[in-house]
């Protein structure tokens, strides 16, 4: 905070929409699309991630919101669970097939996968190389309706209804050096009251034996979900920033080696808990649990022909992850150093309280604020406070002397 | 002749306290990442100091380590209050333990600490006193 406002270190930003989340006032507002951006094309399509169906009451089936979907604006809408479901096999194939160091990581969580460019260029060979369900839908919904439409790969629109802001980054900047297949992103929180009345309008078609959304992959954006839908026996599921964090950290020291593979969401209850939700995670969760024990049983996709398509590597992702190392407190390593050793010193002299007072979230980040001529050491209440009653003793008589407090 | 630059930092290190174990070699990874140390250095350096962050954690009662990075090197001392090696030859001899099975319960103990901690390091030194303790002298060179 300087000034009044919240201000970004951009380089250091990895996406995570917290800021968002934390901010009391809702005064942070991540930037996504919104309708009109996408007015040039001939037709669009929502891209609906099992996220969507977990804001609503679980008696409203996803057959229904898809309708309310395309009653809000879009041409049509297309499911995700689906793919996340043919991804989910496509794993369990390449955890057969692999023979490197473990655990594989999941690429799935932008934010998870900007942490390790950044922190951990050590891990980044252990992101699974498998396109996210979103990617794969998008590019076999575009296909379908340019045959079906006859329409041109750019007259068509396909749009993601993101439940947080890294997905939209990662939408426009992939950490792959590849172009999306998808055109934009709407935050769910921006749609979510249109829909709502859309829904409402919905003629209740939805009838369980009529529901055209089934699979495994509808519990995907629940922590844990990925896992329960491999094969792999040994797996791991971590939801939140510090503990995965702390994960990485075991991981990278070398431990964790009898796991094949670890989901990793930057969002403590998954996708489902995204910064641009609106619906409690929790209850989310549950939500989206019981629409899995309905419908969840039954597969949409053939073992077999995954089985193909990933030998034809149909799942694979192109070209390699780069580190992304946040920058270094100066290029000259000596004066990095030096700088270093100043930020210790000025944190020694604070209180170590971490009150936020100041602006800094801790007093080690405003110790190196301090050192890096962002803010001055006066902006510690705390230190301007002693310094105050040093000066106010220091002309006075012997301590204590009650004649020098009345001056 | 003005002095070298040098960042200096010391960590209490706590035996049998699993909670706090390993946080002292993550603080030194942050420390190297500020400085801009190369990542494949910081992952050596980082392996090491944790291998023997944690000796100190599962064998002795308490002990310090110690993070010096000048332009040239980074040296991380470790001293423990513990039982000491009888003998470091055997010791540092991979699939050589003489851990309880409790820590092997944990996941630890496999005897793949000391030489790891040699194979990531540049430089590496042992000193042990039976009864006493052991200081570990692990060096990387920039």
Known sequence: MRHGKAEILEDRCIDCGECARACRH???????????????FKYTVALVSPVLYGQFRKEVLPSTILAGV?????????????ASEAVSAAIDEHLASYRGPLPLLSPFCPTIVRLIQARYPSLIDLLVPIDSPMEIAAREVRNKKMKELGLRRDEIGVIYLTPCPAKMVAIKYPPRKRDSHIDGAIAISDIYRPLLSAISEVNDGGHEAEESVTGMGLGWPVLGGQVSSLRAENSLAVGGLGDVERILDEIEHGRLGDIQFVECHACAQGCCGGPLTVGDPYVSRGTILSLVARFGEAPCQDRGKIRELYQKRYFSLPGKISSR????????????????????????????????????PTCLSFAEDVVLGRA???????????????????????????????? | MPSEPLFWQRFNICGRDFVDAGKASITIKGILREIGIHPSLIRRASIASYEAEMNVVLY??????????????????????????????????EGYSTASDE?????FGAGMGLSNIKKNADAFSIHSVVGKGTILEITFRL
Do not use: W, Y
Not at chain 1, 379 to 404: E, H, I, L, M, N
Not at chain 2, 103 to 107: F, K, L, S, V
């Open chain 2, 103 to 107: 820590i092997r319960e944990m996941g």
């Open chain 2, 60 to 93: 002795a009662s308490q002990g310090t380590m110690e993070l010096r990075v000048t332009p040239k090197d980074i040296r991380v001392t470790v001293e423990d209050e513990g039982p000491g090696i009888p003998d470091i030859a055997l010791a540092m001899q």
């Open chain 1, 376 to 407: 001055l050491l006066e902006d510690c209440v705390v230190v301007t406070a002693k310094q105050a009653r040093t000066t106010a003793d220091a002309p006075s008589g012997p301590a204590g002397d009650p004649q020098a407090l009345t001056l």
């Open chain 1, 325 to 360: 190392p946040f920058a270094p407190l100066d290029r000259d390593i000596g004066k990095a150093i030096e700088k270093r050793k100043r930020i210790q010193e000025t944190h020694e002299g604070l209180p170590q309280i971490n009150c936020g007072a100041c602006g800094a």
């Open chain 1, 70 to 82: 395309r009653k809000i604006g879009f041409d049509d809408a297309c499911d995700v669970a689906c």
């Open chain 1, 26 to 40: 809702n005064a942070i507002i991540p930037q996504t699309s919104s309708f009109t951006e996408f007015s040039e």
